[in-house]
């Protein structure tokens, strides 16, 4: 089993990507935000990608409790864990999303079963 732990509150799908056009890019809040995943991923996970099917629980630890849909926070997540945790995305069979409160330390928390 894998647990990580990244800080914050993570940009909303909404947020993450812009479009010009046909054209679609990630925004600046969505590249720090992804960077900023990746750096704690790095100082906490020494191992390689995980490879074949997997199980991934993600618990989101918000500040309060505003009104959101919870499946608008998994992507940048998922994105920031390919390649450092697991080779690709399709390789999760089960993803399990939780939302929760913490005023005090709000985070995001990923477990590979």
Request: charged residues 30%; positive net charge; hydrophobic residues 30%.
């Amino acid at each position: 089993m894998v647990n990580i732990s990244i800080k914050g509150t993570p940009p909303s799908t909404q947020h993450i990507y812009g479009h010009r056009g046909s054209v679609t890019y990630m925004t600046r809040e969505g590249r720090d935000f992804k960077e900023m995943c990746q750096w704690e991923i790095k100082s906490q996970y020494k191992g390689k990608p995980k490879e074949g099917e997997i199980q991934v629980v993600i618990d989101f630890h918000f500040k309060d409790k505003l009104r959101r849909d919870i499946d608008n926070f998994n992507k940048i997540i998922l994105d920031s864990c390919t390649g450092m945790l697991w080779e690709d995305d399709s390789q999760i069979t089960t993803l399990t999303l939780r939302k929760l409160i913490s005023k005090e330390n709000p985070r995001v928390n990923i477990t590979i079963l």
